[in-house]
T-cell receptor, first 115, second 110 residues
C-alpha cells in the first residue's frame, strides 16, 4: 500500500521548544516538499528536496530546518526561531522533473499548536 | 517569483447550481494542475493540463487551460454536497516547483 505518512496528526508544544515533524514515503519518489497551510493562505513552500542529501529553501524557510538522509524520509524541524509556528503542515512527494512539475502526493498533514 | 492568483476565495451555492473558480498568472505557464482538499483533509490531485486551449472533463467537472497558457478554470455543473472543499490550482513556468493559488472554498447548501 503505497503512500505518504506523516506523524503525529496533532502536536502540541510550548513556545521555545524545537519540534520535528515526520514524513515518510514509499512511492520511490525523488522529490519531496514541505508546505505550511494557514486559513486563507493556500499552500506555502517551506523546503524542497530533489535528491538525497540535497535540499533548497522555499518561500518561507526562516525558522525551519530539514534533512534528507534517506530517499524515503524528509523530516521537518520547527525551531524556536519560527515566530508563528501554529499551522497545518503538509508533506508531499513527486517524480522529479527537470523544468516540469508532476503530480504531488500529499500526506495527511500534522496540525501543530504552539502555546 | 511566479505568482498564481485564484478567485474567488469563497463561493456559496445552492445544491444543483454551477460553480467556477479561476486561476490567473502574469507569466506563461508550462502546465497547470488542480487539487481538491476536503475539510480536515489533505490536497488530492484532480488533473493536469499542458496544452494551450486544452479542455478536459471528469464527470461534472470541466477544466480549461487558456490559449495563452496564462489562465485556467474549473467548472462544476450541478453541484452536490460531496463537492464541498477547497479547490487549488498549481502552476509553473519551466520549474519543477509548482506555485499554488490560495484556493477557492466551495460551500454547498442543501
Amino acid at each position: 500500500d503505497g503512500g505518504i505518512t506523516q506523524s503525529p496528526k496533532y502536536l502540541f508544544r510550548k513556545e521555545g521548544q524545537n519540534v520535528t515533524l515526520s514524513c515518510e514515503q514509499n512511492l520511490n519518489h525523488d522529490a519531496m516538499y514541505w508546505y505550511r497551510q494557514d486559513p486563507g493562505q493556500g499552500l506555502r513552500l517551506i523546503y524542497y528536496s530533489q535528491i538525497v542529501n540535497d535540499f533548497q529553501k522555499g518561500d518561507i524557510a526562516e525558522g525551519y530546518s530539514v534533512s534528507r538522509e534517506k530517499k524515503e524520509s524528509f523530516p521537518l524541524t520547527v525551531t524556536s526561531a519560527q515566530k508563528n509556528p501554529t499551522a497545518f503542515y503538509l508533506c508531499a512527494s513527486s517524480i522529479e522533473g527537470s523544468g516540469f512539475f508532476y503530480e504531488q502526493y500529499f500526506g495527511p498533514g500534522t496540525r501543530l499548536t504552539v502555546t | 517569483g511566479q505568482q498564481v492568483m485564484q478567485i474567488p476565495q469563497y463561493q456559496h451555492v445552492q445544491e444543483g447550481e454551477d460553480f467556477t473558480t479561476y486561476c490567473n498568472s502574469s507569466t506563461t505557464l508550462s502546465n497547470i494542475q488542480w487539487y481538491k482538499q476536503r475539510p480536515g483533509g489533505h490536497p488530492v490531485f484532480l488533473i493536469q493540463l499542458v496544452k494551450s486551449g486544452e479542455v478536459k472533463k471528469q464527470k461534472r467537472l470541466t477544466f480549461q487551460f487558456g490559449e495563452a497558457k496564462k489562465n485556467s478554470s474549473l467548472h462544476i455543473t450541478a453541484t452536490q454536497t460531496t463537492d464541498v472543499g477547497t479547490y487549488f490550482c498549481a502552476g509553473g513556468g519551466g520549474s519543477y516547483i509548482p506555485t499554488f493559488g490560495r484556493g477557492t472554498s466551495l460551500i454547498v447548501h442543501p
